[in-house]
Each structure stands twice: as structure tokens, then as C-alpha cells.
């Protein structure tokens, strides 16, 4: 699993948790669809912590938050 894997898991996650579309979630964030598409697409590798700032607040949730999840904490990642 890379970095990005685990990103793209735990957005498709809380999406399906939240009942909302990547749209929604590029909405609620104030950043562009395409921005949204590209990291869950894993066309972006690496999203910018400002990106993932906007992206926490669009789900309600600090970078803490968004970040702290099993795949994160207990993964020996492919790219480090």
C-alpha cells in the first residue's frame, strides 16, 4: 500500500459513511471536482497538506482526524 492508497481508502470511506458524492465533498471543501477526482483517481500521489486541510473541513473533521485511521498508523508504506 502507498500513501496515496491509504488516502484514496479513507475518502471513499467517509464518503460512503456521509452519503455523499466526490462532488458534494469538492463543494464542501471550496476546492475544485477535478482536484477532488485526481487524488481519489490517484492521479495526485501526494495532495498538499492545504488540500487535505480544505478536504478535513469539508468533512467536518480536523487533519488529525482525517489522517488517524488503522491503514495510516499501522502500515509499512511501498513508498518510504
Do not use: W
Not at 495526485?44 to 485511521?69: A, R, Y
Request: glycine share 4%.
Amino acid at each position: 500500500m502507498t500513501y496515496s492508497d491509504a488516502i484514496i481508502k479513507r475518502l471513499t470511506e467517509l464518503c460512503n459513511e456521509r452519503n455523499i458524492t466526490i462532488n458534494k465533498l469538492a463543494v464542501l471543501s471550496g476546492i475544485t471536482q477535478s482536484t477532488v477526482e485526481n487524488i481519489i483517481s490517484g492521479k495526485t500521489k501526494n495532495p498538499k497538506l492545504k488540500t487535505l486541510h480544505k478536504l478535513s473541513i469539508g468533512l467536518d473533521m480536523t487533519v488529525s482526524e482525517l489522517l488517524d485511521f488503522p491503514e495510516m498508523n499501522e502500515t509499512i508504506f511501498e513508498d518510504e
